[in-house]
């Protein structure tokens, strides 16, 4: 009884230190940024500001930045979703030993570092004549993502009844028609859902990104410049920004998720 | 093939199998062929480009070899890797074990919710975030002298800080592939070890984890995958002699100017990576479709 | 406006099985045609090939005597009710009646009206918004119905549609079937495992073994002049007595069994010199006839309500059935007695072990 009792007390300690190791980083950056220290950190508090903040709303090459990480996370999801959704049509169209084969070819990317997935991007396209950019960070972030759009989408395609297809072609309907009024709106949950995850992975990308930006400076290449070249508070703004921002989209997500599961 | 035309009829298949295609030839494997073919080059001048010099050799990988500090850099960030991959399974196993098998219905969606929050938060944030703890003048080492465990700052940055940082960026890799496993135990497996006298030790030893190692190895799997191939971690939170190949690898890039040995680099990565994939895979007997999930 | 069904020498073979061997058979316009067989026997598989989603290996399948080759599923005057039903889970039930129209370009108002007319024919007034998960088994078949006819096939194919249902459901939902197919005239074509669904509902009956087919013949037919000793097995319960054809003589032959010689009427493959067996139905067991006289041991009599069957084994040691009308209970056996039984040989047949 006694040793369950001390085990018990070691086990809540180790929750509580779990759970400072996962929210006080956080929480000590998303704070910095209201303190009026020019270094961000929360001791000393030299007084409340919400300058910070305003520092960064003014700051042009921030919104310059924004609009690049925006703009590849767009082109990202128009490429991924319908590759990554035709990836898992086709491989749960295969037989079961071709399958495997392709399925060990298709989820490599996911078993590449992002830096490899980066520099071998680069080179390819920069032998081709074309250099680092928005339209490569696009490609080579796909290159990935798609991976992520095809595992969600097979997970939802197994538990759909194909002979709800054959109802279809049976009752007189062409195969796009089947394909546009039975199978993708079945899918449709699993595609918005794939979308969200992949603007979050695009914008959130670090290391395949670094390699392959040229020129362009989107939002993670931003921060990371910051913190070595002049971290002020005005860049925990922006974090505590974003981080409230994906949080909201996040719980946002999962509450339409059970409603429509309900 | 077949399959796929008899499903979607012969137009729509064909838009699939090209936007395929596309993805697995021009995305994935030609650039792949391409930095192995850069590996495998010297690094010439425009001029001398298809001369008599350009011809393939391991020679890049050999300098790699045979250069002292990058050999030490590249066997570190191995040992390293490997070390964030068990610290991270230490610190993850208890509350997946208790999440999997002791949480209440609300307690885990809590626990999962507070889990899954933090990651939705880029890495490069979580990152800073550290960088903002480790400060040499930052609360850590504030807090730390205040109760008097120490009696003047830590510098953190270096190997620790880069430790800590990579932990907290890929907890969420490794807990989530060993609560799955974990969950799919019964319990009354573990109430009749525990009926038999098992010690909790025993019981976790030879009852939860020989059941749980297919999630434990892709949990090993991927942290050591990431860590491996993180940039940004030992990027800002590194010191000069903390570095890390992915480092190496960039400066070869962007600052020494020659690719085709930054291409050899990334290949040797790439290669070590899927080495450590396949030998672990192997040696748990896990399926790669198992992995993916 | 309903089509004939016509399949001539098709054979399916699957990689290395051979699914389908064989199989010749017509289907009139307008008929209520099943095809019964135990679970693996290839009646799906000859049901997809009518539909269209499978290319039968040889032979040529025919509808309203046109060939069917190269159509694909979309294109055949064929409508098919699926086992499992395959409701479209995310669309109203009227969109799901109509989905058929609207793959034909027909216009909303018109499918709309249609729709209605189906959920009036298959009593699901007042359903048409709801989706197909909030509807109970039965009405989720008549959707399944409703959709199907919708397009006005030629051939209704249905592959077990009842068989998720239960008993009692079931049995409404077999007169209903038949009432709509005699109302609507479509030819139907019924796949089933369950021999009393296909005897009650059809016009004809197709039964199939391992891919053979074994007899078309009309449910009566079946019963009374099994060709092949697999149908006289299948359908309907049976007493089978093995022995030796003796004699054929004027449409009756002599077996010679271990409980002596019996008559019967010489069916398929009887012929003098051969090794045959003689089929009895339970019901043409009578206890304490002298026509074909047979001994058994009786062990039980189970009383069914409005008849007793009656469990036993023969002195050979095979087993026996009879079913006794409740009306003659007293006739009955006693279990645990021996009992004399005999049968008029018009009531049972000889056929061929071959």
Known sequence: MRADRIFHVMFVLYLVVFAAYLFAPLIIMGAASFNESRFPTVIPWQGTTTDWFRAMWADAAMWQSLWTSVLVAVCVVLIVVPVGTAAALVLTSLHARARSFAYAVMVSPLLTPGVVIGISTLILWRQMGVGGGVFLIVLAQSTFIICYVMLMVMARLQRFDRTQEEAALGLGASRTMVFRRVTLPFLRPALIASAGLAVLQSIENYNTTLFVRGFETPLTVFIATKVRTGLTPAVNALALVIIVATVIGAIAYEIARRRRAA | MGDLKNRFGPGLSTIFLILVLFWLAVMVLAPNLMMIDYALRPNLPPAALGGPDDTYSLSNILYLAGEPTHRAIFFKTIWASGLVAAVTFLVCYPIAFWMAQRATTGQLAIALMLIIIPFFINEVLRTLAWFIILAYRGPLNAVLMNIGLIDAPIRWQGNGGVLAAMVYAYILFMLLPIYNAIESLEKAQIEAARDLGASPWRIHTRVVIPHAKAGIATGFVFTFMLAAGSYVAPALLGSPGSRWFTEIIYNWFFEGGDWNRGAAYALVLLVLCLAVVLITLRLFRVNLTDVAK | ?354
């Open chain 3, 1 to 354: 406006m309903s089509h004939s069904v016509e399949l001539a020498d098709i054979g399916m073979t699957f990689g290395t099985t051979r699914a389908v061997s064989d199989v010749s058979f017509k289907v009139e316009a307008g008929e209520f045609f099943s095809i019964l067989g135990p679970s693996g026997c290839g009646k799906t598989t000859i049901l997809r090939m009518i539909a269209g989603f499978i290319d039968p290996t040889e032979g040529r399948v025919l509808i309203g005597d046109r060939d069917m080759k190269g159509l694909g599923p979309n294109q055949r005057p064929t409508a098919m009710i699926f086992q499992s039903l395959a409701l479209f889970p995310l669309m109203s039930v009227r969109d799901n009646i109509a989905f058929g129209l609207e793959a034909r370009g027909v216009g909303r108002a018109e499918r709309r009206a249609k729709a209605d007319d189906l959920l009036r024919l298959t009593a699901l007034e007042g359903y048409g918004d709801r989706m197909p998960g909030e509807l109970s088994g039965g009405q989720r078949q008549r959707v399944a119905i409703a959709r199907a006819l919708a397009v006005e096939p030629g051939v209704l194919l249905l592959d077990e549609p009842l068989s998720a249902l239960d008993l009692k459901l079931r049995q409404h939902m077999r007169a209903e079937l038949r009432a709509l197919q005699k109302r609507t005239g479509v030819t139907f074509i019924y796949i089933t495992h369950d021999q009393s669904e296909a005897l009650a509902m059809s016009d004809r009956v197709a039964v199939m073994s391992a891919g053979l087919l074994q007899q078309v013949a009309t449910p009566r037919a079946l019963y009374d002049n099994p060709a092949t000793p697999f149908v006289a097995r299948f359908v309907g319960e049976t007493n089978a007595i093995p022995g030796r054809i003796t004699d054929v003589r004027a449409g009756t032959a002599r077996i010679e069994t271990e409980l002596g010689p019996l008559l019967g009427r010489a069916g398929q493959g009887a012929a003098a010199g051969v090794q045959g067996t003689i089929y009895v139905r339970p019901e043409a067991l009578m206890p304490g006839g002298t026509e074909n006289p047979l001994q058994a041991q009786i062990e039980r009599v189970d009383f069914e309500g409005s008849f007793a069957l009656v469990h036993g084994l023969f002195d050979s040691g095979a087993a026996l059935t009879a079913s006794v009308p409740s009306t003659r209970l007293a006739d009955a056996p006693v279990p645990g007695h021996r009992a004399a039984f005999g049968f008029q040989s018009a009531h049972a047949v000889v056929l061929g072990d071959g």
